[in-house]
Structure formats: C-alpha cells, structure tokens
C-alpha cells in the first residue's frame, strides 16, 4: 500500500497550489478519503474530505471557499487545489484513506502518506 503526496512548496501569501496523492496496494476506490495537516508544535488536523464516490466533500470552517478537494478514481488520484493561501496554512499535508464511511478523526484513518510540506511566506 502507497500514498504518495506531491504539489508542495513555498509560496506567497495569496498564492495557489495543487496537491496531489497518488495511491497504489488498494481499492481507492472504496476508500474516504482525506487531506490532514500538521503545523509546526501543533496537533493533527483533518483539512478537507471527501466520500469514495466523490461526493459530499467536507472542509475545515478554515479553508471553506478556499480550498477544493476532488479525486479522480480511475487514476487513483487524490487532489487538493489550495487557493488564497494564508500564512497559517503552513503546515505538512498528508493524504489518509479510511475504509469508515464517516471517519470521525484521524484515529479512523486505515493508510497514510507520507507528506508535503507547505510553507506560505513572503
């Protein structure tokens, strides 16, 4: 089983970036999946996720109007399009696969990448 994220990388306040999480070893499929990150000296947060079939996606009040999670499970392709980036959205992003419908947090998470880094600064 891999997840591999990528699309990481410093960039301005304001500015774009478009993750992506390619998966391998599993039925992506049949599997939420999720955006988490991690600050600097800070706990887990469950950023943005979205249903097996590509429905119903969900986001942190943070990053609602902001960011767009989407997947593409004929690649078996996870993205996150991250637009008007702010300073605080500084962070490691990881991709996390569950085979919960509603994973609840990030214990439900059966697979994990192993990260970008996103580092928002002028």
């Known amino acids: 089983v891999q997840l591999v994220e990528s699309g990481g990388g410093l960039v301005q306040p304001g500015g774009s970036l478009r993750l992506s999480c390619a998966a391998s070893?599993?039925?992506?499929?049949?599997?939420?999946m999720s955006w988490v990150r991690q600050a600097p000296g800070k706990g887990v947060e469950l950023v943005s996720g979205i249903t097996a079939s590509g429905e119903t996606p969900a986001y942190l009040n943070s990053v609602k109007g902001r960011f767009t999670i989407s997947r593409d499970n004929a690649k078996n392709i996870l993205y996150l399009q991250m637009n008007s980036l702010k300073a605080e959205d500084t962070a490691v992003y990881f991709c996390a696969g569950s085979t919960d419908p509603e994973p609840e947090g990030d214990w439900a998470y059966d697979y994990w990448g192993q990260g970008t880094q996103v580092t928002i600064s002028s």
């Open positions: 070893g599993f039925t992506f499929g049949n599997f939420f």
